[in-house]
Nanobody, 124 residues
Framework: QVQVVESGGGLVQAGDSLRLSCTAS????????MGWFRQVSGKEREFLAA????????VATDSERGRFTISRDNKKNTLYLQMNSLKPEDTAIYYC?????????????????WGQGTQVTVSS
């Protein structure tokens, strides 16, 4: 059974940093495209960043995304999202996703496997 599990969320103050982690298990994911999304209640899931096993990366184009850095450790089947200078508007549930194949995409529909999400709350 495939499992995707996020960790690292929490309650922080504006300006703080967090690093989210995502571990995929149940099959070998070290060559699958993986990405991060977030969702605020009542809104669509929003693409943040994605990375292939070979290092190709896609990052959302909003200027604020310059604060977020995606990386992965293929040996550990783990994906990371480093978030710096957090703002209250970054408050959301953050999801990790893995694609069926090696390619990455910016649409949620591209990804087959999803974690349960980890809550990030940024207070002002």
């Amino acid at each position: 059974q495939v499992q995707v599990v996020e960790s690292g969320g929490g309650l922080v103050q504006a300006g703080d940093s967090l690093r989210l982690s995502c571990t995929a298990s149940g099959r070998t994911f070290n060559r699958n495209g993986m990405g991060w999304f977030r969702q605020v209640s009542g809104k669509e899931r929003e693409f943040l960043a994605a990375r292939t096993w070979s290092g190709e990366a896609a990052v959302a184009t909003d200027s604020e995304r310059g604060r977020f850095t995606i990386s992965r450790d293929n040996k550990k089947n783990t994906l990371y999202l480093q978030m710096n200078s957090l703002k209250p508007e970054d408050t959301a549930i953050y999801y990790c996703a893995a694609a069926q194949g090696t390619r990455i995409g910016t649409a949620a529909a591209h990804y087959e496997y999803w974690g349960q999400g980890t809550q990030v709350t940024v207070s002002s």
